[in-house]
């Protein structure tokens, strides 16, 4: 991320507080995520989607745009 990154979105309405919240939990997401594929960490059965569901979900089938 870089400074232009801010400035768009600052421009966009956030606030330098906002930003710094977001980059933290995007940071902390990544490393987690890092670390549980590192250690070989399976998700829990509630925490995959089904494909089909998904897509009837979000009413788009995003792989066939």
Same mark, same amino acid.
Do not use: C
């Given at each position: 991320?870089? +400074? &232009?990154? /801010? @400035? +768009? !979105?600052?421009? &966009?309405g956030f606030s *330098?507080?906002q930003v710094?919240? &977001? @980059?933290? @939990?995007?940071g #902390?997401?990544? #490393?987690?995520?890092?670390? &549980? *594929? =590192? !250690? =070989?960490?399976e998700?829990?059965? $509630?925490m995959t989607i *089904?494909?089909n569901? $998904?897509i /009837?979900?979000? =009413?788009? *089938? #995003? !792989?066939? !745009?």
């Open positions: 991320m870089s +400074k &232009a990154d /801010v @400035v +768009k !979105l600052n421009d &966009a *330098d507080q710094t919240v &977001a @980059v933290q @939990v995007v #902390y997401f990544n #490393y987690i995520n890092r670390v &549980a *594929d =590192g !250690l =070989g960490v998700p829990e059965s $509630w *089904d494909h569901f $998904w /009837v979900r979000k =009413g788009h *089938d #995003y !792989l066939r !745009l």
